[in-house]
């Protein structure tokens, strides 16, 4: 990136080192981590973020979080989502508000905004992206999003000034982010089965929900692959057999 | 297709078809008693790998078409569908996009394996001339299944390809919105583009009939170059060749697999997974990996009609190779120099394919790789315009063996076999 000579090189920096545990041929979902990164969302990124391709009914779906029916469906109820038309053909209510029922199995999280617009105007103008595609959509996956979430709390190298309204990252490309330095800090939830809430603990787990998120059949498709290439082994030893017998006799 | 059929009806039925429609004759004579060359090796085997691809991309294919929405507001969605609630859809996905790369893999595997052996000289001018445009078509059909997913790739790679033709003087603006069929790359576009990338694989698979019905007039080339001489020069095809290609192609697929349910998105730009966008341009637009030679030559080109025409005229030029090698031995193996130049090709296009990825402004050791990727261009051209006429003419060729079986089976067989 050729930047002009007196500005300093705003390039993201190398994304930090941090192991998960879906990573490599073998590896699956943390079902802790994921029910502590689904608290983690529920109560910190939601208040800006969408989760568009969840439903509450993917919350119990096997290689997922691992909560029951029961539990994912308690889960909705706790979700307002925009009703259909009533018995009068109405979805407003008579002060003008929009009409909603509780969420069942099988709605989408709805998001914090009713639309685009309304998402920038509560974000000085930018627009915090879908999350349910975060990890597949951005270089570095996971990493990057550990690396966004505990990346706030350096302090701009001199020379740097940070645009207003924003907020200085390293890893983000820029270094200028419109997501909060205070958006995911120290003890932000208190998790349910006792682990510590550190701000790292926090993001690796968010991380980890993230990445089921964007990819809900890894567990699925890492088994599969483990049969059908032990099968094309077993089948390559089989024809390269047949394949000397064959051409014994031809050289 | 050629030669004298050994095909003999066995029953009643048999001899009744055969008399009517002699498709089991035409079977029997291609796939089974086929004299082929007895000394192909591997290289021979990505003839039957890339048959495979193709039939696996429009298995794959027409599921996916089941399931998958062209409409720009639509698209997107319908392709996480696909990916989330579609029973196994995300392995069709997975197998259709990843096989896109590994078809281009075999062909660039086929195509210069050919080269190198010489296998489109006289008599086999026709083979590769078809193969060239089966790779054409092949480029088409890649570039409009890209742009159906609808990401951010999807509609910026459709842009800045499009916008190609409106270098054209004069008529390149109007040849370009009538491309469209819009002002810009909007939903009408993406409704075309799947309309011809659903059509254009049955086009392939029908050039891929011509190209093996060219095969069989001639018979395969192989690693020697030279020519069948005799019938202990070559093996029927069944059960040699169907063994060897199956085993071949097995080692392949689990290749294959190693990426579809391991490395799903290797090949891919997670830009893709990104909606797209009109009003925001990812900082650096990619093509796909296996575009990605051409796309640095376009783009070491300041002038846009220049970039065009020496981007169009890379792959044109392939077109006239069996012309442009005035060689009289065909395979590299006897020609000590040609070999050594062929070489410098791969390594050239690999070296395009690193600066078609690398942001235009990217430098290798302090070289800006555009000018790397202006002279790589360069040898590109001169290989075939300069050094395959020039070489053909002023090198002295290693001596050719007797015959195939002679070299295979060594002096005293080949005569104990005669």
Redesign the interface.
């Known amino acids: 990136m050729a930047a002009p000579a007196s500005a300093i090189d705003t390039t993201r920096l190398p994304l930090k080192p941090v192991d998960f545990s879906f990573e490599g041929p073998f590896g699956t979902y943390d079902r802790g981590a994921l029910q502590r990164g689904f608290q983690v969302y529920k109560e910190v990124c939601s208040t800006c973020h969408n989760l568009d391709h969840i439903a509450f009914r993917n919350l119990a779906d096997e290689g997922g979080p691992g909560f029951s029916e029961a539990q994912a469906k308690a889960i909705a109820l706790g979700y307002k989502v925009p009703a259909d038309p009533n018995d009068k053909g109405e979805v407003f209510d008579e002060r003008g508000v929009r009409l909603t029922r509780a969420a069942a199995l099988a709605d989408y999280f709805p998001g914090p905004f009713p639309n685009e617009q309304a998402a920038r105007a509560n974000n000085g103008g930018a627009l915090p992206p879908d999350l349910s595609m975060i990890v597949k959509g951005r270089e570095g996956g996971a990493h990057y999003v550990y690396s966004i979430l505990t990346g706030f709390h350096e302090t701009p190298p001199p020379g740097f000034t940070v645009t207003a309204g924003k907020y200085y990252n390293p890893y983000f490309e820029g270094w200028n982010i419109s997501m909060p330095n205070t958006a995911l800090t120290d003890k932000a939830v208190t998790f349910t089965d006792g682990t510590p809430a550190t701000i790292d603990q926090e993001a690796h787990d968010v991380a980890t929900f993230l990445a089921w998120a964007s990819d809900p059949k890894m567990e699925e498709r890492k088994r599969m692959g483990f049969g059908v290439i032990i099968f094309l082994l077993v089948l390559s030893g089989l024809l390269f057999a047949a394949y000397r017998k064959v051409w014994k006799s031809a050289h | 297709m050629s030669g004298h059929s050994t095909y003999t009806p066995k029953s009643g039925f048999e001899k009744w078809i055969d008399q009517r429609l002699p498709l089991p004759r035409l079977m029997h004579d291609t796939m089974q008693t086929f004299p082929t060359p007895?000394n192909l090796n591997i290289w021979y085997t990505f003839g039957g790998i890339l048959t495979f691809c193709l039939a696996v991309q429009i298995v794959t294919g027409i599921v996916l078409a089941m399931h998958y929405v062209a409409n720009a507001d639509l698209a997107f969605e319908s392709v996480?569908r696909i990916?989330?609630d579609v029973n196994y859809g995300?392995?069709m996905r997975?197998v259709h996009s990843n096989g896109a790369s590994m078809f281009f893999l075999a062909v660039y595997i086929h195509m210069f394996r050919g080269l190198y052996y010489g296998s489109y000289k006289a008599p086999r001018e026709l083979i590769w001339i078809l193969g060239v445009l089966i790779y054409l078509l092949m480029m088409a059909t890649a570039f409009f299944g890209y742009v159906l997913p609808w990401g951010q790739m999807s509609f910026w790679g459709a842009t800045v390809i499009t916008n190609l033709f409106s270098a054209i003087p004069y008529v390149g603006p109007h040849i370009a919105t009538w491309l469209w069929g819009d002002f810009a790359v909007g939903d009408a576009t993406l409704n075309r583009f799947f309309s011809l990338h659903y059509l254009l694989p049955f086009i392939i698979a029908a050039v891929v009939g011509l190209h093996i019905w060219a095969l069989h007039v001639p018979g395969n080339n192989n690693p020697l170059g030279i020519d069948v001489k005799s019938p202990q020069d070559t093996?029927p095809f069944h059960?040699?060749y169907t063994?060897?290609d199956?085993?071949y192609l097995?080692?392949f697929?689990?290749v294959f697999?190693?990426f579809?349910?391991?490395a799903?998105?290797f090949f891919g730009n997670?830009?893709n997974?990104?909606q797209a966008n009109p009003l925001v341009t990812p900082?650096d637009i990619v093509p796909e990996w296996y575009l990605l030679p051409f796309y640095a030559m376009l783009r070491s080109i300041p002038n846009k009609l220049m970039g065009v025409i020496v981007m169009g005229g890379a792959i044109v030029t392939l077109f006239l190779i069996p012309w442009l090698d005035t060689s009289r031995v065909r395979s590299c193996r006897f020609r000590p120099l040609m070999k050594q130049f062929f070489w410098a090709l791969v390594v050239d296009c690999i070296i395009l394919g690193y600066c078609g990825a690398q942001?235009v402004?990217a430098a290798a050791f302090g070289i800006p790789l555009v000018w790397v990727a202006r002279l790589a261009s360069v040898y590109y051209y001169a290989f075939f315009w300069l050094i395959m006429p020039i070489v053909g003419l002023i090198e002295t060729p290693k001596k050719l063996p007797a015959s195939i079986a002679q070299s295979?089976?060594g002096d005293s067989a080949a005569a104990a076999a005669e």
Do not use: H, Q, T
Request: charged content about 20%; glycine content about 2%.
């Open positions: 007895r996480e990916m989330r995300w392995l997975f093996l059960p040699y063994v060897k199956a085993f097995c080692l697929v689990i697999a190693g579809v349910f391991y799903p998105n997670p830009d997974y990104v900082p942001s402004d295979v089976l």
